[in-house]
């Protein structure tokens, strides 16, 4: 089925095609106009925006970043409940924390995203104790206590990331583009949200329950590295 929704989107994109393609068309002339009134040089638009370097590796990042955050919606309390022993409670408390810290990061890094010149160094600073913590999780049986507060930190860090992200996709857009690129990007959150929970199920499944953390923690790490390389391609004018 998810298959199916793929390729009727994709179908959708074709026969709108014309809707995406910036500008109008303009009628020939003999003469070139004035230098003070020559229109400038439209940005790249249409498809070959979306398929340009710097998009296609924020779609990646939404695949690799929205598996992470799928997979500990999904299969956090099951992997808590198996690995870490913990009660059903607890394991329910821990993701109810994570979703309190994410949305306590995003107003941080909504703070965060505007008071920066550069988006990378920033990002992967919040992110990669988030990741220590996950790596943490996969390796160590916790306390209960200890394994809320560690569930919630890397909420947070989740949370804090998400503006600098959103941010660095708008510096990268041209104006009037911004909906269809951010509409675009997304759909890469939806392959990975596809995606994730048949891996991650197949790893409960063999009795492994703290692989759930691991794959989680690598895909973040990846989704950090696309962000360090499309970050030269974008110009920031702050």
């Not at 068309?25 to 710097?54: M, N, Y």
């Not at 059903?88 to 408390?93: D, G, H, K, M, P």
């Not at 996969?138 to 206590?145: A, E, H, N, Q, R």
Request: glycine share 12%.
């Amino acid at each position: 089925a998810a298959g199916v929704l793929g390729l009727l989107a994709v179908a959708a994109l074709i026969v709108g095609r014309g809707l995406l393609v910036e500008g109008t068309p303009h009628t020939a002339s003999t003469e070139a106009p004035p230098a003070d009134r020559r229109e400038p040089v439209p940005e790249k638009g249409g498809f070959a925006l979306l398929l340009s370097p710097p998009i296609l590796l924020f779609l990646l990042f939404f695949i690799l970043n929205s598996s992470a955050s799928t997979g500990i919606r999904t299969f956090s309390v099951t992997a808590m409940m198996a690995f870490h022993e913990s009660s059903l409670t607890v394991a329910n408390a821990a993701l109810t924390g994570y979703f309190v810290g994410t949305s306590t990061g995003v107003l941080a890094g909504g703070w965060l995203a505007d008071r920066v010149r550069r988006y990378d160094l920033p990002m992967a600073c919040v992110v990669l104790p988030g990741v220590a913590v996950l790596a943490l999780l996969g390796g160590y049986v916790l306390p209960g206590v200890g394994l809320i507060a560690a569930v919630v930190f890397f909420g947070l860090t989740q949370g804090v990331m998400r503006p600098l992200r959103d941010v660095l996709i708008m510096l990268a857009t041209p104006p009037g583009s911004f909906g269809k690129v951010r509409a675009f990007v997304n759909m890469g959150g939806h392959v990975g949200s596809a995606v994730i929970p048949v891996f991650l199920g197949w790893l409960i499944d063999q009795g492994e329950p703290q692989w759930v953390f691991w794959p989680i923690a690598a895909g973040i790490l990846l989704a950090i590295g696309t962000i360090f390389i499309v970050h030269p391609m974008v110009k920031i004018e702050r």
